[in-house]
């Protein structure tokens, strides 16, 4: 069992910053890959960035913005966002999938919403096993 808790998000204007934290807990914490995934009003949830063994995965909103990153010792997974605009506006979650369940590929395709392009020649059966309970993040115009 993994638990996973966001923290970090607020209001902030546009061109703002802001650093979301996902603290982990649990058994095997070394064994997930963790993904950053948003939810807008009236839109389906997307990936934002992926943390894992393989490497580092960011859509393409993301790239050049944010920036994903791992304290071991704290067992937390950061989202440093930069030049924030409205349209980064949504819930944030955090999710954990377990490693050594899938490929690297697949792990990555899972751990960030299908963002590289080969993950749409994979069956979908690859998944996230935790999820943590969000955290709101406005930007304001």
């Known amino acids: 069992q993994v638990q996973l808790v966001e923290s970090g998000g607020g209001l902030v204007q546009y061109g703002g910053s802001l650093v979301l934290s996902c603290a982990t807990s649990?058994?095997?914490?070394?064994?997930?890959?963790i993904g950053w995934f948003r939810q807008a009003p009236g839109k389906l949830r997307e990936g934002v960035s992926c943390?894992?063994?393989?490497?580092?995965v960011y859509a393409d909103s993301a790239k050049g913005r944010f920036t994903i990153s791992r304290d071991i010792a704290k067992k937390t997974v950061y989202l440093h966002m930069d030049r924030l605009s409205p349209n980064d506006t949504g819930i944030y979650y955090c999710?954990?999938?377990?490693?050594?369940?899938?490929?690297?590929?697949?792990?990555?395709?899972?751990?960030?919403?299908?963002?590289?392009?080969?993950?749409?020649?994979?069956?979908?059966?690859?998944?996230?096993?935790?999820w943590g309970q969000g955290t709101q993040v406005t930007v304001s115009s």
């Open positions: 943390l894992a063994k393989a490497g580092t």
């Open positions: 999710a954990a999938v377990y490693e050594p369940r899938w490929s690297e590929e697949e792990t990555l395709c899972a751990c960030s919403g299908d963002v590289p392009a080969y993950c749409a020649g994979f069956v979908k059966n690859y998944e996230v096993a935790y």
């Open positions: 649990g058994a095997n914490l070394g064994s997930y890959a």
